[in-house]
């Protein structure tokens, strides 16, 4: 609620900035609240008329990606909020690092929202990986491109496979050379199980900084040389609204 309202008036003083938003959906299992269901509904109300872009994260997700890639058999707000951190600092990596192809804020939603209310994005981050693996994996760009179109790998509950691209954003991070993304994209295209829509043009948005990684000190995630981010908008995410709307119509 006073999320929403803060949406309403920053719309109202600053229609011409751009707003992203990154929002914790509710997870299908995980629960926090009995009226999650409704305090989502709601909000999404706002976050279509308010939000130019926003980011759909889900705690079940997250929790998923920390168990599986890095064996926290318990994971904590801090373990998902270091993960999510890793995927805001991508973003923004532009604006305070240099790169090789800078992505700024603006084009996130130029390239990536084909029309005004379809701006729901889903990311996904690789490599996801503790100290103890990365000494013995070789993390090549093509092995991370594949590994961020893993449905395991999004962060939300939904499974790409189910839709379809409409546009994708790649934000690479350290050591990585435009003819390797360039060839890693390549053979993304010509997977079967990633489609795109038809209306659309296959393009990827890429971004390349040169400015590797950073991770907290003593944390779970191992420093790597080449990191990728993956911004997509997929009609797959319609996943994430029914399971809500179900929800909701069982509280009702």
Known sequence: GFGSLLLERLSVDYGKKSKLDFCVYPSPQVSTAVVEPYNSVLSTHSLLEHTDVAFMLDNEAIYDICKRALDIDRPTYTNLNRLVAQVISSLTTSLRFDGALNVDITEFQTNLVPYPRIHFMLCSYAPVISAEKAYHEQLTVAEITNSVFEPANMMAKCDPRHGKYMACCLMYRGDVVPKDVNASVAVIKTKRTIQFVDWCPTG?????????????????????????????????????????????????
């Open 204 to 252: 990827f948005k890429c971004g390349i900084n040169y400015q590797p990684p950073t991770v907290v000190p003593g944390g779970d995630l191992a420093k790597v040389q080449r990191a990728v981010c993956m911004l997509s908008n997929t009609t797959a995410i319609a996943e994430v609204f029914s399971r809500i709307d179900h929800k909701f119509n069982l509280m009702y």
